[in-house]
């Protein structure tokens, strides 16, 4: 779970920002919190700001960090500096909790180098280095050593990422983080719903052979019925092809034949050819009982009860609308069963105000310890009846703040009252400046007298 960010000098960010989901002494909507080791974290924080204003941005900049260090990008690549701040470097910080032990990640980098990068932990609720990271200096905590090994990297390589190529779960501190960052923050709204679609379709495939989709089925179905759409069921496999079903007999009979004659294979490589035997015979059982369901093969089918018949549709020529509902199950499912991180760019495009509130409501739901930051432009969410002040933001972009996003707190504006019409003010431009929409070309729109 987050803490807090810190994110300084990255495109529309120059002067260091930080979004803080360590609850303030607001004593509204307890309901809102999560209690972990005596600590009060925000479920869930909202940020609102007018066009071109770096909420994205700020969104962007995690994914950044989280593509350094899963090896997607490499420094060149990441550096992307704000053009109206003096400083060359950027600087990345995060505060926060797993496996009930919190951590400190820090890294600072321009386009040529790394000049700093560290991680700690707190085991027992005491601070310990892990490795600390000055240029082409490390040093290390007393009970890693073993890094040691690993520091003669070139200075544009991120370490974190470097130690868990080398050392691949061998430090269980290390791997706790590499898991935090690469599996546990997800993000949405960033890419198109194209490639949004296709990494729910093969998340919800997996979660059918390992049996989990019917969790998907009942959050889809919780979100349909509020479409008034009527049952809606979800029906995969389709088909499994003749063609296929040959190659995994044969599969299965090869590995058979194997488990039986080679008398000479140790221990180990009989019982890992018996379970992929047993794993290839379980899928096979599951596709023959699924054989002949609808005419295409291995594709996701929404069906549908219309008048005592069943309506089958395929997910791909389904409307965008009800593509971005599968795919957003699909994600949410995973994230409020694991406790996971969402960070979703422009949450209600494509999504109805209150389909919108319902998902911002399973965040705020007590049973689980799911975190969710997104970017909005839906002022009907801005109210104190759902949302504490600190769990709302302002981004702010202009001549006044030198072209530099702002990030501001509602929770740090004076004078906020439970009674404040938070929606009135903001369009009103009380909290940051909002762009003068009444002059287009530079002349105003108003009528004359």
Not at 432 to 447: A, F, H
Request: proline share 2%.
């Amino acid at each position: 779970m987050i803490i807090y960010m810190k994110i300084e000098n990255y495109r529309s960010i120059g002067e260091a920002i930080e979004i803080n989901f360590l609850a303030n002494s607001d004593k509204s909507h307890i309901e809102n919190l999560i209690n972990l080791n005596n600590t009060n974290l925000l479920s869930v924080i909202s940020i609102y700001g007018g066009n071109a204003t770096g909420k994205t941005n700020i969104i962007k900049a995690i994914k950044n960090i989280v593509e350094i260090i899963s090896g997607v990008k490499s420094i060149e690549e990441a550096y992307d500096p704000c053009k109206f701040y003096p400083k060359t470097e950027t600087n990345f910080e995060i505060f926060f909790i797993k496996n009930s032990i919190k951590h400190f990640y820090k890294l600072n980098y321009n386009k040529e180098k790394i000049l700093e990068e560290k991680l700690y932990y707190y085991p027992k609720g005491k601070i310990a280095k892990i490795f600390d990271r000055k240029n082409s200096t490390f040093t290390f905590g007393n009970s890693f050593t073993l890094l040691e090994n690993y520091k003669t990297i070139s200075e544009k390589t991120n370490f974190l990422k470097t130690i868990n190529e080398f050392l691949q779960g061998k430090i269980a501190e290390i791997e706790v983080v590499i898991k935090f960052f690469i599996n546990e923050i997800v993000f949405m709204g960033l890419n198109n719903i194209e490639k949004d679609l296709k990494i729910a379709e093969e998340k919800y495939k997996k979660s059918y052979l390992e049996d989990n989709s019917n969790n998907t089925k009942k959050f889809l179905d919780y979100f349909y019925n509020n479409l008034n759409l009527g049952k809606i069921d979800i029906v995969y496999p389709a088909r499994v092809s003749e063609t296929i079903n040959v190659a995994l007999h044969n599969f299965l009979e090869e590995n058979n034949n194997k488990s039986h004659t080679n008398n000479n294979s140790s221990k180990k490589e009989k019982e890992l050819t018996h379970i992929s035997f047993k794993i290839s015979e379980d899928i096979l059982k599951r596709f023959h009982s699924m054989l002949n369901i609808t005419p295409k093969e291995l594709e996701i089918v929404m069906k549908y009860r219309f008048k005592k018949k069943d309506i089958r549709i395929s997910l791909h020529e389904e409307s965008k609308g009800m593509q971005k509902i599968f795919s957003l199950g699909e994600t949410i499912v995973d994230i409020l069963e694991n406790n996971k991180l969402l960070l979703f760019d422009e949450l209600e495009v494509g999504f109805h105000t209150l389909l919108a509130k319902k998902v911002i409501e399973l965040f705020l739901a007590k049973n689980n310890s799911a975190q969710l930051l997104f970017t909005t432009h839906d002022t009907s969410l801005l109210n104190l009846e759902v949302f504490r002040r600190d769990q709302i933001y302002f981004t702010c972009r202009s001549k006044e703040t030198d072209y530099n996003t702002k990030l501001i707190s509602l929770g740090e504006i004076p004078g906020i009252r439970k009674t404040t019409d938070i929606e009135k003010e903001y369009l009103e431009g009380k909290y940051c400046p909002l762009p003068e929409y009444s002059l287009i070309y530079g002349k105003s729109c108003e009528k004359n007298d």
